[in-house]
């Protein structure tokens, strides 16, 4: 039986330490997220960090330079409050972001024709690797219509601002599951592994971020069904990371060398040299920026083949 979220509420704030646009991250479409209109309210709801089996629901308004939480279900604030600023990319100096637009033509117009964009991010290494099963082989939206569907029958529900927002099941919930409609036979003992995996501490934030990118990747590939593509996910997008290049990420590399007019495609280490001259210390955020707006500001005729269909909103990986 699902459970509802609670009716008691507190609040707090926190800075968005720089120019900062909640409209633009909860309209970015990324993971589950697929916002079709804005209220002026971001509806969070999640597992917490350090407590998987717990669940916060989370309302975010924007005054000014600062985010009001709207927090449910759950009375350590500064716990919830540290998550969400992760998840929203407040959790590094936006202003230091800013400033490398201003000696980057390129970035510059890109944060200009999204100003205030931060990458959002999944909810915690735990959530992503959940979703990369769930995901995995399967359109984005069908993949959300699936997590939308198990958090509602198995995790805990909140109304936020008027709206129901599911959040998906803690570890104890999943290790329950013999089956999740929709989802193939198989990927349940792949669910089953993440879950475990979370209740003996290997997808804490602190446990991954302690490691190097590249061996967390390592270690998270240890789980069924987690390869390459998925733990580079997990790692950079869930993670809080700001800094680590996605080098396996095609389709920003080729965005790149048509934004910089570059006169041949770069290889791995020649895209690894060009993020570090010109990105240093945001290579994460200006991938994720690259990736989003590029196709706003591009002609047609100037973008890679595969790009042209995905012309419109902002749209996240």
Known sequence: MPLTGSTAT???????????SLEELAMFGFGHRAESSWDGVMRLAFCVDGDEDTHAGVEVRQYGDELELVVHGHEDLDRVSQQVARVLSCDHDGDAF???????????????????LRPPLFYSPYEATLWSVI???????????????????????????????????GPTAIMRLERVPGLPADRVPRLHA???????????????????????????????????????????RACGLADVLPVAEQRSRELVTTLYGLTEALDDDAYRAFAAAHWTPFRTWVVVLIRAVARRILPDEDLPPRERKRRGPVEGS
């Open 194 to 236: 993440v879950a475990a995996a979370a209740s003996r501490g290997e997808l804490a934030v602190q446990r991954l971020n302690a490691m190097t990118p590249t061996a967390a990747e390592a270690d998270l590939r240890r789980l069924p069904g987690i390869g390459p593509f998925y733990s580079s996910l997990i790692v950079i």
């Open 10 to 20: 507190v609040r707090t704030r926190i800075a968005t330490r720089g120019p900062f």
């Open 98 to 116: 800013a400033a490398l637009g201003r000696h980057d033509h390129v970035i510059g117009s890109l944060q200009a024709a999204t100003p205030g």
């Open 135 to 169: 995901s995995a082989r399967r359109p984005r939206a069908q993949a959300a219509v699936l997590r939308d569907r198990l958090a509602r029958a198995s995790g805990r529900t909140f109304v936020l601002a008027g709206v129901e927002t599911p959040a998906v099941p």
